[in-house]
């Protein structure tokens, strides 16, 4: 399965390429492609590019490159013709296919939606529609597994199927290795697979069985049974002409030069990739027999006192009209890998159980499963295996990777759990944890994983969890879990008659008994101002709920869009990212961060969750990064006037009350955080009052903030006090305007400025 590269200066010579017309070029690269010569194609193109290149010559080149994994260069070159061609259908399909092997399965959706009126062919436009579709359905499907490739074992060559037995781990490789029996034939030629064998997944691998798998042969996967070792073998039934052959050997010495030929049927048909039922009596493997529903179907032969049956298919649950190849039969369960099932593209991994019930069938998901090609698998325990792929990011060809569940490890001051549905957790589902009186405490959404959390209270209770927006089949067939302290389902909640979920929290043990919730209040809080839009700014004609969210998924923050999409969010806290999620649509929205003045500072994408997220933009020179008042380290614009917020006075006053002495403490310890931190500190009145007034009273204010912060410890040196009466009026409400209480108490405020730092 390993692919040859092509050389990027194909790519860039077809995109400089002009868009024409060969019918005999079109003609020779399809008997090509339908021979499955898809280097061939390529290499043809190369040649011949200047004749020029219709649409279906652009469709056979980007099928060809999905076909051997060159799947952004597919992308590119259809992107390109898509600009002068906007409704050509051949060029729609590439773009669409290309599209999905990319991950980009929304937008294929999508823009197949937008332009079915055109005349498609209609068996591909049936099948890249349908694909589109699953995946789009699928996309939050991602299983809850981290995939790590075993360093130890893989090379630039081949290394698949690997298969553990009493702790040893053996698998199939096309590396040579010391020690092996001495070689009959020219390698050169062609790179060969044999067995290698190592004690654990880091540890150094040598030839399966002091080197009985290694001569004039190529051994494929394997298996042991009750009755001895049976593996995949390539003979060569004339030059030229090779034939896959299921052999066994002896269970307890392994030798491939004794192993004898296992018949299934007559013929030179290929019979490949043998799995048992646990006792032995039932073998599933692949073969190109005639009669079967496409390349390669899936087959069984039980075993009788005349030796193996003959050959039944398996039927439509698992077989299609492409390759069933690499089953594996593990506690009544049967994997396999199909490119002919709805998938990811190439091989892709599925599951169903031994009794083949068409409802059960079910695909891996991702990581698992991806665009390139995914098989081999072997489940270890119900939380780790392993699999084969030949994806990016590998040492080369195919590779071994090791799959393990994720731990969910939940802080000891949160209330952790998993939402799954039919075993599958469910990702962006908004969680809603309330009190036994009903009345709603905190919100969070879940993540890729089904993992949601919430704040935990330290005196315990009785709580209720509501699952927001789910149809009542699905709340049904939900399963939410609590986790331990080590990330493991530790309680299993049952729903009530409405749908919510009832459980009792013990207090917090004395462990943690120092724990408080307490609000972010910083003083270097900002508002943030942004906008969420279809397509362009603006074009949102209803408000929708957008939701500030903790690294944790916690809402923090949830706001309402005016009709046009604008929003704000209020005391937000500095730091480096943040994370949003926009209330679902039928069409997929855009949102962007604003400047003050309403300009877009950032369209935002989306991460792996399909959450938003924003990076604050630093630019050097015009920040600066401090201590606050809790020792966190943060970034602010250095000419930002920053709020003392309940900095309050009687009329015609300027003494400090309590409330007033609290705020000034914070700034007291960012000054004491911040050693060479000089600031000026001014306070600020309505227009209300003779201006002359309003500027000798706010200078006393500040002066009086001043002598605080001074006999707090506070070199007076560091800091300018300033009264600017109403000056600096922070809206409309100036001499002569009519405005209410609130508008008026937004000017009356204390505020600091870093003078230098």
């Known amino acids: 399965m390993k692919r040859s590269i092509v050389h990027s200066f ?35 193109y190369t040649r011949n590019y200047r004749e020029g290149l219709s649409s279906k010559d652009v469709r056979l080149m980007c099928e060809s490159m999905l076909k051997v994994g060159l799947f952004q260069d597919a992308l590119d070159l259809a992107q390109r013709t898509f600009l002068d061609k906007r409704e050509d259908p051949d060029i729609i399909l590439a773009l669409c296919q290309a599209l999905i092997y990319n991950g980009e399965f929304n937008t294929a959706y999508y823009m197949l939606e937008e332009y ?53 781990r053996i698998f199939c490789s096309s590396q040579q290795k010391e020690g092996s029996t001495k070689e009959e034939y020219d390698r050169s030629k062609k790179e060969y697979t044999s067995l ?92 190109d027999l005639p009669g079967g529903y496409g390349g390669m179907d899936l087959y069984y032969c039980v075993r009788t006192n005349m030796g193996w049956s003959a050959p039944i298919n398996l039927g439509d649950v698992v077989n299609t009209a492409g390759n069933e190849v690499f089953p594996r039969l593990i506690d009544g369960q049967l994997y396999f890998s199909s490119n002919g099932h709805p998938g990811y593209g190439g091989l892709d991994i599925y599951v169903v159980t031994d009794d083949m019930h068409h409802e059960d069938i079910r695909n891996l998901y991702r990581p698992i499963n991806t665009p390139f090609d995914d098989f081999g698998y072997f489940k270890l325990d119900e939380s780790s295996g392993y699999f084969s792929s030949n994806r990016p990011g590998g040492e080369g060809g195919d590779d071994i990777y090791r ?116 609000e972010d209040n910083t003083l270097f809080s900002f508002t943030m101002k942004a906008i969420v839009f279809r397509e362009e ?59 003050e003045q309403g300009a877009i500072v950032k369209i935002l994408e989306k991460d792996e969750t399909g959450r938003f997220f924003y990076e604050r933009p630093y630019e050097e020179g015009n920040f600066i990064s401090l201590y606050n008042e809790d020792m966190e380290l943060i970034t602010i614009e250095k000419d930002a006037a920053i709020q003392l917020p309940d900095i309050f006075y009687d009329y015609n006053s300027w003494e400090l009350n309590d409330q007033s002495k609290q705020a000034l403490n914070k700034l007291v310890e960012i000054l004491k955080n911040n050693q060479e931190l000089e600031i000026e500190l001014s306070s600020h009145t309505d227009s209300r009052g003779i201006a002359r007034y309003n500027t000798d009273l706010s200078n006393k204010r500040a002066k009086a903030a001043l002598t605080y912060i001074v006999g707090n410890g506070v070199d007076p040196k560091r800091i300018v006090a300033v009264g600017r009466g109403e000056e600096s009026l922070l809206n409309y409400c100036k001499d002569g305007v009519s405005c209410s209480e609130d508008e008026h108490a937004l000017n009356r405020r204390t505020e600091f400025k870093i003078r230098s730092y």
């Open 116 to 168: 079915s009126d055109l005349d498609f062919d209609p068996d591909a436009l049936y099948d890249i529609g349908r694909r589109a579709a699953i995946l789009k359905d699928w996309e939050g499907r991602q299983a809850s597994y981290d995939v790590t490739k075993l360093d130890g074992f893989n090379t630039e060559l081949n290394e698949f199927s690997l298969y553990v037995i009493e702790g040893r």
């Open 10 to 44: 194909l790519i860039f010579s077809i995109l400089l390429g002009g868009i024409l017309t060969g019918h005999a070029q079109e003609k020779k690269a399809l008997a090509l492609f339908e021979a499955e010569e898809y280097h061939e194609v390529l290499d043809f």
């Open 537 to 595: 700014p603006g074009d949102m004609k209803e408000g929708v709920d957008v939701f500030m969210l903790t690294d944790k998924g916690i809402i923090s923050k949830q706001e309402r869009t005016n009709d046009e999409g604008y929003f704000s969010f209020h005391n937000v806290i500095p730091q480096e990212t943040y994370h949003f999620n926009v209330a679902d649509e039928d069409k997929p929205l855009k949102m962007a961060i604003l400047d």
């Open 196 to 287: 290698f064998e190592a004690a654990g997944d880091q540890m150094d691998h040598q030839p399966f069985n002091n080197g009985k798998f290694k001569g004039r042969f190529n051994v494929g996967p394997f298996e042991y049974t009750t009755d001895g070792f049976y593996f995949t073998f390539s003979a060569e039934l004339s030059p030229g002409m090779n034939q896959l052959q299921i052999r066994k050997t002896d269970k307890d010495d392994p030798d491939a030069y004794n192993a004898e030929h296992v018949v299934f049927f007559k013929g030179d048909y290929n019979a490949a990739h043998p799995t048992f039922s646990p006792d032995g009596q039932r073998i599933i493997f692949s073969s």
């Open 403 to 518: 799959y393990e569940r994720i731990k969910v490890i939940p802080d000891p001051k949160l209330i952790s759990g998993i939402l799954e549905i039919e075993g599958i957790p469910q990702q962006k589902v908004k969680m809603v944890l309330l009190n036994k009186e009903g009345q709603i405490i905190e919100q969070a959404f879940t993540d890729l994983n089904g993992v949601f959390y919430f704040n935990r209270d330290p005196d315990g209770g009785n709580y209720q969890i509501r699952m927001d927006k789910l149809e009542e089949e699905e709340v049904q067939n939900a399963n939410l879990f609590l986790t331990d302290s080590n990330g493991r389902k530790s309680k299993k909640l049952v729903a009530d008659e409405n749908g919510n979920f009832n459980f009792e929290l013990l207090a917090v043990d004395d462990y943690f008994i120092d724990y408080l919730k307490v």
